[in-house]
């Protein structure tokens, strides 16, 4: 079989709901409040939640309410 179309083939982006990584984001706050800030644990959340708001930072700029993420 020959296929004309070889776009078929590529994985569409997956799209991230920006009120999804704010819910995120305030969830791992209130996880790293619990911990403590010297714990090794609150430490990996810190960057998760830093991760999360710099992509609904970035998402705030664009005028669409979905950020498309290259995997």
């Keep these: 079989m020959i296929v004309s179309n070889p776009s078929v083939?590529?994985?569409e982006a997956p799209e991230i709901d920006i009120t999804e990584t704010r819910w995120a984001s305030e969830y791992?706050?209130?996880?790293i409040e619990q911990l403590g800030p010297d714990s090794p644990v609150s430490m990996v959340l810190a960057q998760a939640r830093r991760e999360l708001l710099s992509l609904s930072q970035s998402a705030d700029t664009q005028t669409k309410r979905t950020l498309r993420i290259a995997a």
Aim: aromatic residues 14%; glycine residues 0%.
């Design 28 to 31: 791992l706050s209130l996880m």
């Design 9 to 11: 083939f590529v994985p």
